[in-house]
């Protein structure tokens, strides 16, 4: 029987992928014309994770790896309850390749190809923010901000998609993410909780909860896809060089 994980793996990827010295940051809307959000700043990156995914029937659970170079490169390797390395992907600014060590077989998805797939606008820049917890644009000072009990939710619009930012007011850290392609309603909503220091000067989301509600192209039928991600262990690495070990065997076929 073919192994489930994939082509799975590959959407369970591109949905993948503040100092403890000083007080947590708190919005005063008074005082202060910036939003000053706590983001990740680092050289290299890599966590131990557990990934529950579910669509419709589909369920998979599997231990992954992961290692990002900030700005250029998220690798990962699965690994499902049978205990060896299911598939191993990388990441980059041009598209995602994924190998299903036990099918002997791998996969090659552009950013073009992943975006009409899902009916939704996919690139690394998303991938990266959406894994570390951080805001998917960068937010400027002119953009419109409604302040609510726990959080500043920042409305940002890039042609016909909105990205709601909830920050929390008592963390500076995003807290949620509602991302809306207006002309098909296909959303992508992400909660982040857990919150710990890794390494003394950064605050990370241990949980998250992915949900993406899309439309196939051409059909009016929907899909529900959740992902559950659950960091064990989380470590910065600032100046010290990161392996990435990855190579597609030459009797892989291409699927």
Request: overall charge neutral; some cysteine; charged content about 25%.
């Amino acid at each position: 029987m073919k192994n489930r994980l994939l082509p799975q793996a590959g959407l369970i990827a591109l949905i993948l992928f503040v100092s403890c010295n000083r007080k947590l940051a708190y919005f005063d809307f008074l005082e202060r014309n910036k939003l000053d959000v706590q983001e990740i700043n680092f050289d290299y990156f890599s966590t131990k994770t557990k990934i529950n995914y579910t669509e419709g029937d589909n369920k998979i659970n599997a231990s992954a790896n992961i290692r990002i170079r900030k700005d250029s490169i998220i690798w990962f390797s699965l690994t499902p309850a049978l205990g060896i390395e299911a598939a191993r992907g990388i990441i980059t600014k041009d598209s995602l390749v994924v190998v299903d060590r036990l099918n002997k077989v791998y996969f090659v998805y552009t950013y073009a190809a992943l975006s009409e797939k899902y009916n939704f606008n996919i690139d690394y820049e998303l991938l990266e923010s959406i894994f570390l917890g951080n805001p998917p644009r960068n937010i400027q000072e002119n953009e419109r901000v409604v302040r609510e009990t726990d959080y500043a939710m920042v409305e940002q619009k890039e042609g016909e998609v909105t990205f709601n930012n909830y920050i929390s007011t008592k963390t500076s850290k995003l807290e949620k993410l509602s991302i809306v392609d207006l002309p098909t309603t296909n959303t992508l909503n992400i909660t982040y909780s857990d919150f710990q220091v890794v390494d003394e000067f950064h605050i990370f989301p241990f949980q998250s909860l992915i949900s993406l509600v899309y439309n196939k192209p051409g059909t009016s039928e929907a899909f529900n896809t959740q992902i559950e991600i659950e960091h064990n262990k989380a470590d910065v690495e600032d100046g010290k060089k990161m392996k990435f070990p990855f190579n597609i065997p030459q009797k892989y076929e291409r699927k």
